[in-house]
């Protein structure tokens, strides 16, 4: 296959890692989804990928993540839906290296595998020339899970309806300390367990800065993950708006400096790993995006 000059045969992309600032669930639909409200603030600091065009059309991803067989990765899969999109729309298949420098924890309520699935399809999409705009590689990107069209769109945003609803913010710069407990939180275990908070009253996006939001998972999960408690006890010592993202296991605190953060950071117990991320409104990758 020929390629020009202008047109690049690798790429290397950050996937960037996210809190959720908060998370309401204000009930649950008949399929068993629930609808939610929630901020999705994006960070800097994410995995790495890289992404290398091939002669075939094979889709060969390494190394292989502890756990997670090669046909699940979300990675794997992104890049299976985009070749199957292009076959309906006429194009010829073609293939890819994928490489992933997996710096975010697994199961910790960041957007691991959610983000690592959208910058797959937002580098192929740009090395295969396959032409999808935003709004169908964010289609493309909710076959495979609630928290991928976010990272697709790559701007931090107020969510609702299962998190498809998305609407960009512009939020003030911040920096993020991200404890990680020792435990893997099954999202699917908080969301199906009895004692769930579901009928939390929706708010309107201008009620977020005046306080009184929550993430409804947080007391579950710190009943039944006492990682996750110690974590959020320990950091409540530094900051009063500590709290978990997602479901967990990941908690937060925000800082006006890195060197707050940092100096909090200095601190840690042993048996808790942490990183500093600062707030950003738009993803590196956005710009590769065309709408």
Not at 74 to 94: F, V, W
Not at 214 to 236: G, H, M, T
Request: aromatic share 8%.
């Amino acid at each position: 296959m020929t390629h020009t000059t202008t047109q690049p045969s690798s790429l290397t992309l950050t996937s960037p890692a996210k809190l959720n600032l908060f998370l309401h669930i204000t009930g649950r639909r008949a399929d068993g989804y629930h609808n939610l409200q929630t901020l999705f603030q994006l960070l800097d600091i994410g995995d790495l990928l890289t992404f290398t065009m091939r002669e075939d059309d094979c889709i060969k991803l390494s190394p292989e993540l502890p756990g997670v067989a090669t046909s699940d990765n979300l990675i794997y899969r992104a890049a299976n839906a985009l070749q199957a999109y292009m076959q309906t729309t006429g194009k010829g298949l073609l293939g890819a290296d994928i490489t992933i420098d997996k710096r975010l924890p697994m199961g910790g309520g960041i957007g691991g595998g959610s983000s690592n699935a959208a910058t797959a399809l937002i580098a192929l999409n740009h090395l295969w020339r396959a032409g999808c705009s935003r709004d169908t590689l964010m289609s493309i990107g909710r076959t495979l899970g609630a928290d991928v069209p976010v990272f697709v769109q790559g701007r931090s945003a107020w969510a609702e309806g299962i998190g498809e609803q998305l609407t960009p913010v512009q939020l003030p710069q911040q920096w993020f300390l991200v404890l990680c407990p020792n435990c893997h939180v099954s999202t699917r275990e908080i969301f199906c367990h009895k004692g769930l908070t579901r009928d939390t009253r929706p708010i309107k996006v201008a009620a977020f800065s005046q306080g009184g939001t929550r993430n409804d998972c947080q007391p579950l999960v710190r009943e039944l993950y006492k990682e996750v408690d110690k974590a959020l006890i320990w950091l409540k010592n530094f900051s009063n708006h500590a709290r978990m993202t997602g479901t967990g296991a990941c908690v937060f605190a925000a800082f006006d400096s890195a060197v707050k953060a940092e100096q909090v950071l200095a601190q840690l117990p042993d048996g808790i790993t942490g990183f500093i991320g600062r707030g950003i409104n738009s993803a590196s990758y956005y710009h590769l995006i065309p709408d």
